[in-house]
T-cell receptor, first 109, second 116 residues
Framework: LAKTTQPISMDSYEGQEVNITCSHN???????ITWYQQFPSQGPRFIIQ???TKVTNEVASLFIPADRKSSTLSLPRVSLSDTAVYYC??????????FGKGTSLLVTP | DAGVTQSPTHLIKTRGQHVTLRCSPI?????VSWYQQVLGQGPQFIFQ???????GRGNFPDRFSARQFPNYSSELNVNALLLGDSALYLC???????????????FGDGTRLSIL
């Protein structure tokens, strides 16, 4: 399983765009990049998944450069309710997911 | 559609007891996985089942066991509970048909297990 590196914590103000970058130098050819969001005492919630280039849904965008050795989760105009831990996972979801410690995002007024 | 449901939501046990946690996957999902999350850490993989067969097992002792039923629901059993087993136990289900399948896993909100 590819090892991922992401910032331990980030702070933002409401209304700003937040970009969380994840490094995964050892990503394998078949690996996908998946991001989850987790609130305290809740299970991780699937946000977005991609293989290459850019993926966008109603919640976030995921940017993946051509070499796929990193990826950036972009949250547009964050609100207080976006305060959570964000996990970057690399691999194939059909098997065990390898969660790291994630990035703790704090959004303040 | 209902998401992944887990029961009970909270449980308190004492050392040496055993516990059974239950999980109902999203309708149509045949793959179920179990994770343990201790405070301040990301979830750690315990088991994965597909079509009632164990597909994978994480680095957990034999005190941990699981099974999947014909309706794809699942149970996680833990024997001889230790203080260190206190954690949030998460169940996830997916449409994945094989290990190389990228379709994401979807999680329930877990069972909070406290060992006294």
């Amino acid at each position: 399983l590819a090892k991922t590196t992401q910032p331990i914590s980030m702070d933002s103000y409401e209304g700003q765009e937040v970009n969380i970058t994840c490094s995964h130098n050892n990503i394998a050819t078949n690996d996908y990049i998946t991001w989850y969001q987790q609130f305290p005492s809740q299970g991780p919630r699937f946000i977005i998944q991609g293989y290459k280039t850019k993926v966008t849904n109603e919640v976030a965008s995921l940017f993946i450069p051509a070499d796929r050795k990193s990826s950036t989760l972009s949250l547009p105009r964050v609100s207080l309710s976006d305060t959570a831990v964000y996990y970057c996972l690399v691999g194939l979801s059909g098997y065990a997911l390898n969660f790291g410690k994630g990035t703790s995002l704090l959004v303040t007024p | 559609d209902a998401g992944v449901t887990q029961s009970p939501t909270h449980l308190i046990k004492t050392r040496g007891q055993h516990v059974t946690l239950r999980c109902s996957p999203i309708s149509g999902h045949k793959s179920v996985s179990w994770y343990q999350q201790v405070l301040g850490q990301g979830p750690q993989f315990i088991f994965q089942y597909y079509e009632k067969e164990e597909r994978g097992r994480g680095n957990f002792p034999d005190r941990f066991s699981a099974r999947q039923f014909p309706n794809y629901s699942s149970e996680l059993n833990v024997n001889a509970l230790l203080l260190g087993d206190s954690a949030l136990y998460l169940c996830a289900s997916s449409l994945s048909l094989f290990s190389q399948d990228p379709r994401p896993q979807h999680f329930g909100d877990g069972t909070r297990l406290s060992i006294l």
